[in-house]
């Protein structure tokens, strides 16, 4: 099987297949990644609390003028702030241990399956794509698992939460946020399919840069020889100049993404400011008759709690984007398997590294006349230094890779 027939058969897996390779590699940090969600959980709680309390300090307190309420209410505000604040830094801190440690392990996952590859299978990726996986692309995972841990908590809680809340207060008003989901919806959705292959081929021309730097780097002495240093740059400039082209069209089609959210927020506002002054007009300002100015100032501070959190929302959906190829490419690491298997009872240690060749014969093909090596005889004992001289194409690395 080809690297391209390899890439081919894993992303058409489920995604689910993909999640679940990667969630083997968060063993020890799974107690990080339970509890950052819970105190996300307890922030955004407290913080949709917040407006109520206001609402009721400015209609019983500050336009009651009621002493007493006032000093309640602003005692509650201020434990609801001390608690969201304590659990908001713990929310952080849990979700850097557990974005860092899933890192490490997938980085360590990778290079230990590596270890156990064949030279057919370092063929099928290529160095330079094994390095952009244990890399850039493990990146890429730990920078979307902490955003989702975190902010992908969080968002849904405070649509949710905030938009019951809002309902509360009025029905009518509350359905301004309905209305803006399906549009972010279409044009989130409609992102995605633009952006996702364009991300695909951005990780795949990445493998290729590192595989020119690699062997300008390996045969730099070569290049200096035979003044090759400008091919080389024109090589390298070639593949870094469709990157940056194809980063370039992915950044120009995500930039809808900022535009499309600003458009709802001010709609939203626009909406919530006329139909909530009519309804404080008709009721005279009377929370037994309709809205009050406490109401509308809820009101207002859930539009900007919801629309927020939709922008996270976005934020986390463009970084899954990012995201996607990525863990693609690392499954494909961690899913691929060895060419050469270890017999019923391997030997793991070799206490004698002696080498012994008893007249080996050697060629590339079955139907080669000529062997590339004939009734090789050579022994070097464990801890020897040997050189092997000879000139171009007298089979040197051919005998070489015999060894393994």
């Not at 590192?210 to 200096?224: H, P, S, T």
């Not at 050579?378 to 005998?399: F, N, W, Y």
Request: charged letters at 15%; glycine letters at 6%.
């Amino acid at each position: 099987m080809t690297a391209a027939n390899a890439t081919t058969s894993t992303t058409s897996k489920p995604k689910q297949h993909v999640i679940r390779t990667l969630g083997k590699s968060l063993r020890e940090y799974k107690k990080a990644s339970l509890l950052s969600p819970v105190f996300v959980a307890v922030e955004s709680v407290l913080e949709i609390l917040i407006p109520t309390v206001m609402a009721s300090l400015i209609d019983e307190g500050i336009s009651g003028g009621s002493m007493p309420a006032i000093l309640k209410f602003g005692l509650i505000l201020l434990i609801c702030s001390a608690v969201s604040l304590t659990s908001g830094f713990l929310a952080g801190k849990f979700s850097a241990i557990a974005g860092a440690g899933f890192a490490k392990n997938l980085r360590h996952d990778q290079f230990e399956k590596v270890q156990g590859y064949s030279f057919t299978n370092i063929d099928r990726f290529s160095t330079g794509s094994i390095i952009t996986r244990l890399t850039t692309d493990v990146t890429n995972l730990q920078n979307a698992y902490s955003m989702i841990i975190r902010m992908g908590v969080r968002a849904p809680i405070m649509v949710i939460v905030a938009w019951i809340f809002s309902f509360r207060i009025s029905p009518s008003i509350s359905l301004v946020f309905l209305a803006c989901i399906p549009v972010l919806a279409i044009g989130l959705c409609g992102l995605a399919v633009l952006v996702h292959p364009v991300f695909e081929r951005v990780f795949h021309t990445y493998d290729k840069l590192n595989n020119v730097v690699d062997e300008n780097l390996q045969g730099i002495r070569v290049v200096k020889s035979y003044n090759r240093e400008n091919h080389e740059t024109e090589k390298f400039n070639r593949i870094s100049q469709r990157i940056f082209k194809d980063f370039t069209k992915a950044e120009r089609i995500m930039s809808f993404n900022n535009p499309l959210m600003m458009l709802c927020v001010y709609v939203s506002m626009l909406l919530i400011a006329w139909m909530g002054a009519q309804q404080i007009v008709a009721s005279g300002n009377n929370a037994a008759l309709g809205l009050t100015a406490g109401d509308l100032t809820a009101l207002v501070t859930y539009a900007m709690q919801i629309l927020m959190a939709m922008m996270m929302l976005s934020m986390i959906f463009v970084m899954c984007i990012i995201s996607q190829a990525s863990a693609e490419r690392i499954c494909q690491v961690l899913n691929e398997e060895s060419t050469v298997t270890n017999p019923e009872n391997p030997v793991m240690e070799v206490k004698n590294g002696e080498i012994d060749f008893n007249h080996v014969t050697f060629r590339y093909s079955a139907t080669s006349e000529k062997p590339v090596l004939d009734d090789i005889d050579l022994k070097i004992r464990s801890g020897m230094t040997v050189g092997i001289v000879g000139g171009t194409g007298s089979a040197k690395s051919s005998l070489v890779q015999l060894v393994p």
